[in-house]
């Protein structure tokens, strides 16, 4: 069966996720059909044959033009499930109405070099967590052993429950004063709906650091799949920039879980200062695309 537009009501949730969960290089929490709820206003959906391969497609409409575009906090979506031949025949299959299409596959999607439209490359990095701590650890930078000896002296308390508004209220006034974060007021509504929908549904970890005076000066949320760490949001105080405190938060995070069978996908970035930081940990970069396209 060719590939065919489905509306997101007459998605099969239990075929979805079977398919989602089939291929776990293109796994993700961000695939579930209950999280892709949470991040748009409206999504529907692409699906080949029997619910092979699977597409979600988020799409809106302003100044009377229906486009496609990816929301934020879904990461790497793009075609999820069994490989597919070919990434042109999906992008055909979405009903002509939508004018202005922008996609962000996942890192097994190959896009052509002939097909139309532009392509941007994005990164995110990977970190394995099946080796030891020891091992693990002997992989950091010598900058981030540096950083973590003075977090690890600094009395700092690693805490496993955290208000997310306390910290979406911490990210907004520390970086998200910047102008390039984008975040609107309702981007923080519906990210703050996705973490309490991550935690009813025990499907996200939380860590958080205080301070040697209690005060909370970093947090972080990892939701999960099996096999698979999302690094999704963190909020941090200015005392985090002296305490070294995500650098201690990390390295809690990373001895936790080392020895498992997991990936943690920190999630990007693009910004050279953010990927350094991830990197320092021994991560990998990853290349994923993005395809901006008219008609």
Known sequence: MPVRWISRETVDEKRWEACTRSNPQTDSVCARTWYLDCCGERWDALVE?????????????KYGINYIYPPFFTGQLGILGQPAADVAEWIAAIPRKYLYKEFVFNAANLIPDNISGKTLLHRTCLLPLNPDYVTLRSGYSQNH???????????????????????????RNHRGQAKNVGY??????????????????????????????????????????PQR??????????????????????????????????????????NPAVARFYLGFGAELQEFRQLDRWF
Not at 51 to 59: G, K, L, N, Q, T
Not at 146 to 170: C, F, H, W, Y
Request: charged share 25%; aromatic share 12%.
């Open 184 to 225: 609107r007021e309702h981007d923080y509504q519906r990210l703050l709906q996705l973490l309490h929908t991550l935690q009813q549904r025990n499907a996200m970890e939380t860590w958080g650091v205080k301070g040697p005076n209690g005060e909370l000066c970093a947090a972080a949320f990892f939701p999960f799949v």
């Open 229 to 270: 760490y999302t690094f999704l949001f963190s909020g941090r105080s200015t005392a985090s920039e002296e305490n070294r405190a995500m650098f201690i938060l990390m390295d809690n995070f990373i001895r936790a879980h080392a020895g498992s069978e997991a990936i943690l996908d920190f999630n990007g970035s693009n």
């Open 145 to 171: 052993l540096r950083n973590l000896k003075k977090a690890e002296s600094t009395g700092l308390q690693i805490i496993r429950k955290t208000d997310p508004e306390e910290v979406i209220r911490m990210f």
């Open 49 to 61: 044959d029997d619910y092979r391969a699977v597409m979600p497609v988020f799409h809106r409409k």
